[in-house]
């Protein structure tokens, strides 16, 4: 079993609706989980930055996390073609700090 | 720039040659990570390193493939023998200091074996 589960779609969603995307994880020492945006042939964009449980928003973006349930999630409200794109969640914690487990990625399509 | 610089962008070598990756954090920032990208595969991390200190390599393949981040200039990821498993997407990240701090990811190194 993967420390970190993601769905890697595709999702599909028509503009201006609402994305929501996930991820699980196993490991219980994970305390703090980013997500972050990867365009085609482009290195992964730093979106969002939680530290332990909580909600966070910024924008557009709302980054949810619940660690009783190993759970995570990223909300994109009115969502734009310019969205289109792969979602990535990463976490660390516990002894390691410095090593992001990474999902498999999320690609989103957002149609006009 | 004040991002992670990483170069080359994209790096062609037969098999049997040496690749050597290099990787210039952002401005400020002295913790350097590097992280593999296989085809439908996703990030998978290599190697934490300070200036002169190689944090955590439980990433790394045991044998050819090594790094450094010296005192001065870039962190280097070497690949000695190349074999065309190691085709991939390298990235670099960085971050300003330990513990819960965020990684910033240059746009990597895709690396080709003939």
């Known amino acids: 079993q993967k420390e970190v589960e993601q769905d890697p779609g595709p999702l599909s969603v028509p503009e201006g609706a609402i994305v929501s995307l996930n991820c699980t994880y196993s490991?219980?020492?994970?305390?703090?989980f980013m997500w972050y945006r990867q365009y085609s042939r482009k290195g992964p964009e730093l979106l969002m930055y939680t530290y332990s449980s909580g909600n966070k928003e910024d924008g557009r973006f709302t980054a949810q996390v619940d660690k009783s349930s190993k759970y995570i999630s990223l909300f994109i409200r009115d969502s734009q073609p310019s969205d289109s794109a792969t979602y990535l969640c990463a976490m660390a914690g516990g002894d390691s700090w410095g090593k992001l487990q990474f999902g498999a990625g999320t690609q989103v399509v957002v149609t006009p | 720039n004040a991002g992670v610089m990483q170069n080359p962008r994209h790096l062609v070598r037969r098999r049997g040659q040496e690749a050597r990756l290099r990787c210039s954090p952002m401005?400020?920032?002295?913790?350097v990570y590097w992280y593999r990208q296989l085809p439908e595969e996703g990030l998978k991390f290599m190697v934490y390193?300070?200036?002169?200190?190689?944090?955590?390599e439980s990433g790394m393949p045991k044998e050819r493939f090594s790094a450094e981040f010296p005192k001065e200039g870039p962190s280097i990821l070497r690949i000695q023998q190349v074999v065309r498993g190691d085709s991939a997407a390298y990235f670099c990240?960085?971050?300003?200091?330990?513990?819960?701090?965020?990684?910033?990811f240059g746009d990597g190194t895709r690396l080709s074996i003939l």
């Open positions: 490991n219980s020492a994970f305390q703090y």
């Open positions: 990240a960085s971050s300003p200091g330990t513990g819960a701090q965020p990684q910033h």
């Open positions: 390193l300070q200036k002169e200190n190689i944090i955590d």
């Open positions: 401005k400020g920032h002295s913790h």
